[in-house]
């Protein structure tokens, strides 16, 4: 099916396309195609350095174009080759390509009375074979479609004479796939949301000459053509070509190839542009819903990031709070107790007096729990004798109590401490 419609696109040329004087954004901005069949080519330009020679093809070229017309002349034919696929079949002939470099030398190598206007760096003369390119455009990203858009308007230039402008438009578009870009699907969807749909009896000899409305045309002549031969088939489009070919107005052979009029086609065509073009498929599109999701995960990352930050914040104001009262307990600690009732802070303890014969309290903390080894064997030692003076002798014994505890009732012999009691 899509070489039969590719085939019958190539059927359906016509060379009735006219000079723009301003373009649209793409490759429309910059290329141009010249009709008319008056304009004899001369001899060989003088600025011509060189020539290159392939099965289809004669590339001229100037000496600054010799090494893009090398590239050129390896590629040109695999290029043809794609539209004869696509086509079906091959337009007859030889084409010539002058190539030169910079605007001077694109402008010299033109034909005479057919001067390339001052946007365009690729020219098109579909009545003698001839397009014209500027080699530094071949080097752009929409370089080497702008070439086939040409190489398009002569092919079907040389099939038929008198198409309208839409059609042929609409035609190479569909050829060289730009009908797919996302400038035409915009430009239609501005026609419209703004019904600004343009008619195509207004699109058969003249072009508009706003940028904006040049757009829409192109846009909407591609989407038209595709629509008839979505409805028709390539069987009702082979008919019309026929049809013309044998020298029938373009309307009348429409009639008869799909048995209706461009007049009914053309309003079946727009009641359909709503739901293609408006509103209703960017709000359903699957494209729209990974837009939503993709925008939905950033502002999901963006904000974990914010609360990830948030959260480091915190811990460190926690670390430096810790460390801060880290120091304040240690100053407080080498500063001494102090004490919980507002009072001044207390002295360093006192080392406990050493006294003869007797142990030193276990704590100075009352309340502390009495040490028991400094009395473990003090009741043997008592009654060996060991550990006592040699001058205590038994009469200096203090008697007894009932309880087993000694009593002491004042100051001891010999002005020394009382004995601690012992249990």
């Known amino acids: 099916m899509l070489r039969l419609f590719a085939f019958l696109m190539m059927l359906l ?167 797919y870009s996302v400038a035409h699907y915009s430009a239609l969807f501005r026609a419209v949301t703004q019904e600004r749909v ?31 031969n979505g409805k028709y088939g390539a069987q009702a489009l082979g008919q019309l070509v026929d049809g013309v070919s044998a020298g029938e107005p373009f309307e009348q052979a429409f009639g008869k190839a799909f048995h209706s009029s461009l007049l009914l086609e053309e309003q079946d065509w727009r009641e359909g542009l709503a739901a293609r073009y408006g509103w209703l498929p960017l709000t359903t599109s699957s494209a729209l819903l990974w837009l939503t999701a ?29 460390d801060a009262a880290l120091r304040l307990l240690a100053a407080a600690r080498a500063a001494g107790p102090v004490p919980t009732d507002g009072a001044e802070p207390l002295s360093p303890a006192l080392p406990w007096p050493e006294w003869p014969g007797a142990t030193p309290p276990a704590s100075s903390n009352p309340s502390a729990p009495r040490q028991p080894e400094a009395l473990e064997g003090a009741p043997e030692a008592l009654e060996s004798g060991a550990g006592l003076p040699e001058d205590l002798d038994a009469e200096d014994e203090e008697p007894e109590s009932s309880s087993g505890e000694y009593e002491l009732d004042g100051e001891a012999p010999s002005g020394r401490p009382p004995k601690p009691t012992l249990h």
């Open 13 to 179: 040329a016509a060379p009735g396309v006219f000079a723009q004087e301003e373009g649209p954004r793409g490759i429309h901005a910059t290329e141009a195609v010249v009709t008319d069949r008056a304009l004899v080519p001369h001899a060989r330009p003088t600025l011509v350095a060189g020539e290159l020679r392939t099965r289809r093809f004669v590339i001229l070229h100037t000496a600054k174009a010799a090494g893009a017309a090398k590239a050129l002349a390896g590629q040109i034919e695999g290029v043809r080759d794609a539209f004869g696929a696509m086509l079906g079949r091959d337009w007859p002939g030889t084409t010539e390509i002058r190539l030169g470099v910079g605007r001077q030398e694109f402008e010299a190598l033109a034909l005479p009375g057919g001067k390339p206007p001052g946007w365009a760096v690729a020219l098109a003369y579909p009545g003698h074979q001839i397009i014209l390119l500027d080699a530094l455009s071949l080097t752009d990203e929409e370089g080497p479609t702008t070439l086939r858009h040409e190489l398009a308007h002569v092919a079907l230039g040389q099939l038929a004479k008198s198409w309208p402008r839409w059609f042929q438009e609409g035609v190479a578009q569909n050829l060289t796939d730009e009908r």
């Open 198 to 228: 343009l008619h195509f009896e207004d699109l058969a000899d003249n072009w508009p000459d706003v940028p904006a409305d040049v757009e829409i045309a192109y846009a909407q002549s591609a989407a038209f053509v595709a629509f008839l």
């Open 294 to 322: 993709s925008v939905l995960c950033v502002a999901a990352f963006v904000r974990r990031t914010r609360q990830k930050a948030a959260r480091m914040t915190e811990l460190a104001a926690e670390d430096a709070a810790e």
